[in-house]
């Protein structure tokens, strides 16, 4: 074999083995978790899916015209960027795993389904929704849980004032039936703001007739709530939900609970 011929496969040979170190260094250097959560697939979750009512046999029918859920997660990284962690107020508040949530209750821009002039807000207690109409015949849309039977609440009334991490005061008749909220009575000075008090990062106050009703538009981190009726009668949302319609809620605002 000649010195040339030699000389050539010896720089095949090296250059093979540079390449086969070159991938194999690519591959040891990356981070398989996060390769994997970066490309996993989004599968349908019936268990997510809205159930279509039928109607003499002519179904299935959606709620205001819209399309029932499919149980495919929509526009997922946006999702994800509107119920992210965020720092407020001297507080972290905790992502919300909206994956587990059913998609009709994510915060969205609807057509409006009701006739009220724009700022209004609407509760619509039957379908867990809360509607903030807006001017050009569109609303904002966003998921609530809803006080118990029993314990809700419904009519016209107007938002009073509102507040950043609010004190929480339970009534008189609440710390009645759960003598352990004594604790946090007026007459003790409430519970301060914060991540555990029960009105979340943000309330809204409803007042009716010039008096205060006693109940709530309020943040939550019990995200597993949103589409059910459990509260004590307040109208609780996400809190990332709240600080958005907290932030475009301007004036003293009507509201029309159904």
Known sequence: MTD?????????????LAMA???AGCTSSMNTDRFREETR???????LEGRPEYIDGRGPISIYGQTPPSGLLPESSRYASIYASVSDGGYQVPAVPYQQIDPRFYRQEVESPFAEKPGT?????????????QSNGSAMRYGVGI????FAWSGRGVIQWKQAWPKWTPPDEMVARQPELVKYS?????????LNNPLGARALYIFQNGEDTLYRLHGSPEWKSIGKAVSSGCVRMLN???MDLYDRVKGKAPILVI
């Open 21 to 23: 170190t070159g991938l």
């Open 4 to 16: 040339t011929a030699l000389s050539r496969r010896r720089f095949l040979q090296f250059s093979g």
């Open 147 to 150: 006080g118990r039977q029993g």
């Open 41 to 47: 697939p989004y599968f349908r979750n019936p268990a």
């Open 121 to 133: 807000i609407i509760v619509d207690t039957g379908n867990r929704f809360l509607y903030l109409i």
């Open 186 to 194: 007026g007459a003790n000075g409430g519970m301060p703001g914060g």
């Open 240 to 242: 990332q939900d709240v």
